[in-house]
């Protein structure tokens, strides 16, 4: 079976057709490559060939690069992982180059085949950087397709002669947005932004390509790059004006990762120095950068963590045996912020929601979100007028529990208050049938607890979705003790149909993603009790990579969560309760209005709008400024160990269960720090004997929340690494 196909047509148009057997997307590996290579070489050297398209058999182009191939490649060459990656970038750019130089004769120019390529939807990655050795890109108008280079996102960059093409095809400061922030966006887009050539009625996409070919003439078969008159858009670095752009990225580059991802640096040495030399050239300049970027943990980590691992999660990889358990009608309880963002996800994957609260009036402005959300999608031309229709005609707004008697699966998201939402359990349970799985959306309840309202505790389990729920990735699944293994199944099965990356944890305070960033935030807000200047704890939180500072993130979630969630936590843990320190600084200013972002006042000063203005200076009056103020370091890795050792705690006390769930939970779920891969994969990178030494002194200088626990310990003194010792045999 081959994943590449070639026909010649009678005008001796060779089509090549990419169409990976039994998959749904095409993906490229090595061998694929190869297949590729030698066709194009074949029909380079077909004197009846007169010129090709590049298509795909599928609705899309290409994902992008099978990044498992990323480990091939290293262990190809044995104990020389450099040079086996370097070897195989190097094969890759001989390959495309074959296809843009179309057997050119390069002295005189002449005897060029013109190659075309013919997307009829996405094209990502690798699949935009072949169509970018192409001579022209058509692609189909579509608006659901996404063009783009996104390598950024899992860590690296494109590596295959998408950097070095895309600098020379839009100028370096064009081209630096698309490869820094891996944005994609539709053919439309992707045309105004000089992404791609034309933009052709899906039926007739070949039939354009094919034209085209055929009346291709003179320069059109030699790109820009290959021309003796080429100069590049917005000036080489020596140019002044290239010499702005250069300096700008720079300082763009640095404000958005705060030196964080090495990536972005290496990936902006490969643009700088590349555009210094002649075409060739900067291909290798491109690939060593490359291999330097692939050489570095972060973007080993970043790959396990963001793209291997997210992926055998999102197909089951903890799943329970079990038939299959889709979600086919859902009722959701309660319309408020979240109901209607999971009623909004549920639908939108094509499953029929009842959508209940105690009002129609709340129940129908619950609906609302989603029609504000679809319009705006129309407006973007994401969405059809259709596709939005359809998409509302399956959510039904009600107060009438009798709606959810064909419910198979039940989400309940009222408010946080064990007592009302026990009444509707049992209100629901009254009209569901016998197999209906209950899942709860709370986030700091037990489940176990809130189980206890129902009588088939087997079948109610937790499912914590994050706020906004269109847009975060995460899904924590809760098992309470007496949940059965279907209804984690059901939960699993209905993550995936929506679309969702879930971790299945055990039920415990806080679960997995709060038990976590509790810590990091109570971090902050201790050290802004001890007068480290607050700017210095929120830079030094972004420069560890952390999205947000604690501060930030506080004003974002409001400071009366927090105080209300530390006041439920000390009713719980009566003497044991060790936070006194941060509501001496979170309650007063919770008392005093001061509630974050929504009141335009917090951490933070807010204009009118509600936009930051800046730290609010009487923090500083009020908590003078301790001197001397700790080091960048100390700071940042109170941060960060705070976050780590509670998740190393999850571990040890079996709330986690597989550290991959606790390294993707990590990043999709509170953002921690993503160049890492998460925080066991931070830990491995450290070395576990590091990080006890360091715990160790964090401990004596500010107490028994940094004492290493004992896992760690041990992990140090028997030389262990946890995807040494905790990955299951499939991770990367
Ligand atoms: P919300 O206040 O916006 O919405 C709650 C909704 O439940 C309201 O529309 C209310 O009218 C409805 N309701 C209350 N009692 C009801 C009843 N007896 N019958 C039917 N409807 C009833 O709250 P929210 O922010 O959407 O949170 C809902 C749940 O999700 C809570 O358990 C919360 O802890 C959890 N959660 C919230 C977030 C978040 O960021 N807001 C994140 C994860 C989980």
């Not at 066709?39 to 010129?51: R, W």
């Not at 060739?280 to 060593?288: F, Q, V, W």
């Amino acid at each position: 079976m081959t994943d590449f196909s070639m026909q010649t047509d009678d005008q001796g148009i060779a089509v090549l057709n990419w169409d990976v057997p039994g998959k749904s997307m095409n993906v490229l590996n090595l061998e694929s490559l190869k297949e590729l290579d030698a066709l194009v070489e074949q029909a380079l050297a077909d004197p009846a060939v007169t010129g090709i398209v590049i298509t795909s058999g599928k609705k899309d182009f290409a994902a992008g690069m099978d990044l498992n191939v990323i480990a091939s490649m290293r262990d190809s060459a044995g104990n020389e992982p450099a040079r086996g990656l370097f070897e195989g970038i190097m094969s890759m750019h001989h390959a495309l180059r074959r296809i843009e130089r179309a057997g050119m004769d390069p002295k005189t120019g002449k005897g060029g085949k013109p190659i075309a390529a013919a997307l009829p939807g996405t094209a990502l990655g690798i699949g935009y950087e072949i169509p970018l050795a192409c001579h022209r890109i058509f692609a189909a108008d579509n608006p659901r397709a996404k063009i783009g280079l996104p390598e950024i996102k899992v860590g690296i960059f494109p590596g295959a002669g998408g950097t070095t093409r895309l600098v020379r095809k839009l100028g370096a400061m064009a081209a630096s947005s698309w490869l820094l922030e891996g944005k994609t966006v539709d053919p439309q887009a992707a045309k105004a932004a000089g992404l791609i050539d034309e933009v052709v009625p899906a039926e007739g996409l070949l039939d354009h390509a094919k034209a085209w070919v055929l009346s291709a003439v003179g320069t059109e078969l030699a790109k820009p790059w290959d021309r003796k008159d080429y100069r590049m858009p917005g000036g080489a670095p020596y140019h002044p004006t290239g010499f702005m752009t250069f300096v700008g990225a720079s300082a763009m580059v640095n404000g958005k990762t705060f030196g964080a991802y090495p990536a972005a640096k290496a990936l902006l040495s490969a643009v700088y120095e590349g555009a210094l030399v002649n075409f060739d050239n900067a291909l290798r300049i491109e690939a060593r950068w490359f291999v330097n970027v692939l050489m570095n943990p972060s973007s080993s980590a970043m790959i396990r963590s963001l793209f291997i691992n997210m992926q055998a999660l999102g197909k089951g990889a903890n799943r329970p045996e079990a038939p299959d358990q889709k979600a086919r009608r859902l009722g959701v309880l309660g319309a408020g912020m979240m109901g209607a963002g999971i009623a909004y996800v549920a639908a939108n994957a094509g499953i029929e929601v009842v959508l209940v609260d105690s009002s129609e009036e709340a129940a129908s402005r619950g609906k609302a979100h989603s029609e504000g959300l679809l319009s705006k999608g129309v407006s973007r031309r994401k969405v059809t007028e259709e596709k939005k229709a359809e998409t509302l005609a399956r959510i039904t707004p009600t107060t009438d529990y009798a709606a959810l008697t064909d419910c198979d699966l039940i989400v309940e998201a009222v408010f946080e208050d064990p007592s009302v939402k026990a009444e509707v359990t049992r209100k629901v349970l009254q009209h569901v049938g016998p197999d209906c799985i209950f899942a709860t959306n709370t986030s700091t309840l037990p489940i176990t607890d809130l189980a206890k309202a129902s009588d088939n505790r087997g079948q109610f389990i937790g499912i914590h979705f994050f706020s906004p729920v269109d847009k975060m990735q995460l899904v924590e699944i809760i098992r309470g003790k007496e949940t059965g293994n279907r209804a984690v199944a059901k939960a699993l099965d209905f993550a995936r149909q929506i679309g969702k990356t879930p971790i299945v944890v055990n039920d415990a305070r806080f679960f997995y993603a709060n038990r976590c960033i509790i810590p990091y935030l109570n971090e902050g807000v201790r050290m802004v009790a001890e007068g480290v200047k607050p700017a210095l704890i929120e830079n030094a939180a972004k420069l560890a990579g952390m999205p947000l500072g604690p501060l930030q993130l506080i004003d974002e979630t409001s400071i009366d969560l927090g105080v209300k969630i530390a006041k439920a936590t000390k009713a719980a843990l009566g003497d044991a309760y060790k936070d006194d320190a941060v509501d001496r600084v979170l309650f007063p200013m919770a008392d005093e209005g001061r509630l974050g972002r929504k009141a335009k006042a917090g951490f933070y000063t807010y204009d009118d709008k509600g936009e930051r203005t800046g730290l609010w200076p009487d923090l500083t009056n009020r908590f003078p400024p301790a001197d001397p103020q700790p080091d960048l370091q100390e700071v940042q890795e109170r941060l960060l160990f705070a976050q780590v050792l509670e998740a190393v705690r999850a571990l040890e006390d079996g709330v986690l269960t597989d550290i991959r769930e606790g390294d993707v939970g990590a990043i999709l779920g509170w953002g921690f720090a993503p160049w890492s891969g998460g925080p066991f994969s931070w830990l491995d990178m450290l070395g576990a004997p590091y990080a006890v030494a360091r715990c160790e002194e964090l401990a004596a200088q500010h107490g028994d929340r940094f004492a290493p626990p004992a896992l760690l310990r041990e992990m140090a003194d028997r030389g262990d690494t946890f995807y040494g010792r905790f990955a299951p045999a499939k991770a990367a």
